[in-house]
């Protein structure tokens, strides 16, 4: 029972680097990590609400270079192994949209270090810690399933609200519509039936 409390625990640390955050129109957002030599990391992101869905997204290492760089991306993920130590930036950029902010989910994952000191040895594991790893490696799997579902929906509430306002303004704007072409038509039919009187004036001679 101790193991398993340890492994949620471990697995409910790699969720810290998770972050949703707002980006407002014509703004920049960056972050970063320190990071040491030889680590793996993955930088994942997905736009959940705003305008197109999309964002400019690029991860320089400690020098600046450019490892990556994609222009209005609606989710991308990233993988790469760090050459140098140093602090390591990721930025999005909403700088392209005049009126428009974006809610914007990211998740940079970086290589956990091994459950077991055995796992960097040539000695097998035991069954224990085996089936401890298993468990371990289960439960990165069921989280990251988790936080996909979860964007899905949430993107897809986005939209359905979205779809629902649209469709709210549409049925107002025809019923308006609606009303004036009525009047309109009572006012015509009135006025073909409505008593047109003539005057006639005499002239003496």
């Known amino acids: 029972l101790s193991l398993l409390l340890l492994l949620l625990l471990a697995a409910c640390a790699t969720c810290t680097s998770e972050i949703t955050f707002e980006l407002p129109d014509n703004a920049k957002q960056c972050f970063y990590e320190e990071i040491t030599q030889g680590t ?8 959940i609400t705003g305008g197109h869905y999309d964002v ?37 950029s909403n700088e392209f949209s005049t009126f428009t902010h974006k809610t914007v989910y990211f998740d940079f994952q970086v290589e956990d270090p ?62 308006i519509i609606l009303l004036v072409v009525s009047i309109g038509q009572v006012f015509l039919l009135k006025s073909f039936f409505s008593d047109k009187r003539t005057t006639t004036t005499c002239v003496g001679s």
């Open 40 to 47: 793996k990391c993955t930088l994942e992101f997905q736009v």
């Open 56 to 92: 400019d997204c690029q991860l320089e290492d400690s020098d600046g270079i450019v490892l990556y760089k994609e222009m209005k991306k609606q989710y991308d993920s990233f993988t790469f192994t760090v050459s140098r130590n140093g602090t390591y930036k990721f930025c999005f």
């Open 114 to 175: 091994p459950l077991f000191p055995s796992e960097s040895r040539v000695t097998a594991l035991t069954q224990m810690e085996s089936a401890c790893v298993s468990i371990h490696e289960a439960l990165k799997s069921v989280i990251n399933y988790q936080t996909h579902f979860r964007l899905r929906e949430a993107q897809g509430r986005s939209r359905a609200e979205d779809l629902n306002t649209r469709v709210a303004y549409w049925s107002i704007g025809e019923a």
